[in-house]
């Protein structure tokens, strides 16, 4: 604005010479997505019921490997609901879904190989050095 007073140019000039960049700027700024609250309802169902399933998954006195399975698996679609609707992760860029949903995954790919390695290693132990005293 000072270089425009500078030249001889009164602040009407100015703002006159850019007016028909400034609806464009407001409909940009008030362009913003709002979702259907159908779409919240239906999210909000699917996290009862799979609330539900997993207390079922106590209530029918599920034990082992399976209850913990069932377990873990209605509590990672519930994240990824939550994550992908709730904080609005589906509508963002790929790259940014992938930065924050890849390391978990990750993890628990890690975790997994984990998992069998204990269970190797404690299977060599006893093979070599017995039961223990």
């Not at 007073?5 to 000039?13: C, E, I, K, S, W």
């Not at 209605?74 to 609901?81: D, H, Q, R, S, V």
């Not at 924050?100 to 290693?121: N, S």
Request: glycine letters at 6%; charged letters at 10%; a negative charge.
């Amino acid at each position: 604005m000072a270089e425009a007073t500078a030249n001889g140019l009164g602040q009407h000039t100015l703002h006159a010479g850019h007016a028909h960049e400034a609806p464009a700027a407001v409909a940009r700024a008030d362009a913003h997505q709002e979702h259907p609250i159908k779409l919240y309802l239906v999210v909000w169902a699917w996290l009862f019921i799979l609330s539900t399933c997993s207390y079922l998954v106590d209530y029918f006195g599920l034990h082992g490997y399976l209850r913990w399975s069932l377990i873990l698996i209605f509590m990672i679609l519930k994240a990824g609901l939550i994550v992908a609707v709730f904080m609005h992760m589906a509508w963002e860029r790929l790259a940014l879904a992938y930065a924050i949903i890849l390391p978990p995954i990750l993890v628990l790919v890690f975790v997994t190989m984990m998992v069998f390695e204990a269970d190797y290693t404690l299977l060599t132990r006893l093979a070599f050095f017995g039961a223990g005293p």
